[in-house]
């Protein structure tokens, strides 16, 4: 895909583009959002480097593709004086990371984001990648039959799957119902939309061939055709579309520090 105001370099054939020619400190112009629009239809996660954001730029960036989600779960983690700013942190002191299993971001919300901004100010020395997958991908490498099987089937994601085990006791965690194969409101393509974060069950069948189904398809979107791998530096951004992508961090950097924050976009309700 050609562009006129920024530059776009493919990280893998799948999945992936970085970002060169802007300033994400400063306000964009008309031109640049909308290639950005169309670079994250066309890569499904950006990535950026050199870009020491500040919480008033990232909340800038994501009104730019339709304003902010603040998810429930993560209430514990919000910035003072920005809730719609989330803490993402991770030291000698931790006992857990955000987003070691694959997932799409929030997939527990009646309406998760459209996308995610993660911005990391400080970095390991050495490891902390993040991986992200292509579900439209995953979802056209299945075999015709198992689509046939999947179309219509919703599915359970329960916040109590991620969060149940840190967030304050008695807290209000959201679960909601969502299809398997949901249709991007964007590009129209299907994707998977099941993942291991978070959906717990599969509706309408057996107990025991909705786990089978589930394992099968969290093994799936893994496949490495499917990926790629973006090795964060200091001030780095990743901006990734939960509709048609699922992520993995990977915390094998302890006991370093990886610092820094996450904004939400406003989505819908999957279809």
Not at 79 to 96: L, M, R, Y
Request: charged share 20%; with cysteine.
């Amino acid at each position: 895909m050609a562009y006129e105001t920024i530059t776009v370099r493919n990280v893998t054939p799948a999945i992936g583009g970085e970002v060169f020619g802007l300033d994400l400190t400063q306000p964009l112009p008309d031109a640049q959002v909308a290639e950005l629009k169309a670079a994250m239809a066309d890569r499904l996660v950006l990535f950026f480097r050199d870009q020491p954001i500040g919480h008033e730029d990232h909340i800038r960036l994501a009104n730019y593709f339709g304003g902010v989600h603040i998810a429930p779960s993560t209430a514990p983690w919000q910035v003072p004086g920005h809730p719609e700013v989330t803490i993402i942190h991770a030291d000698e002191n931790s006992t857990f990371v955000a987003g070691e299993d694959w997932h799409s971001d929030m997939s527990c919300d009646e309406a998760p984001p459209m996308g995610s901004i993660l911005y990391l100010h400080t970095m390991p020395p050495v490891g902390g990648d993040t991986v992200f997958s292509n579900m439209y991908a995953a979802y056209e490498a299945l075999s015709d039959r198992m689509k046939a099987y999947l179309s219509g089937l919703t599915a359970v994601h329960d916040a109590v799957v991620g969060f149940g085990g840190i967030t304050p006791e008695g807290m209000k965690l959201p679960r909601h119902s969502h299809p398997v194969i949901r249709t991007h409101p964007v590009t129209g393509k299907k994707c998977i939309y099941v993942n291991r974060g978070f959906t717990t069950h599969i509706e309408g069948v057996p107990a025991i061939e909705s786990r089978a189904i589930l394992t099968y398809l969290y093994e799936h979107v893994q496949h490495p055709m499917f990926q790629c791998r973006f090795r964060w530096q200091p001030h780095s951004i990743a901006f990734w579309d939960n509709r048609c992508a699922q992520h993995s961090a990977i915390w094998d950097y302890f006991p370093q520090v990886r610092s820094g924050y996450r904004v939400q976009i406003l989505g819908e309700k999957p279809e």
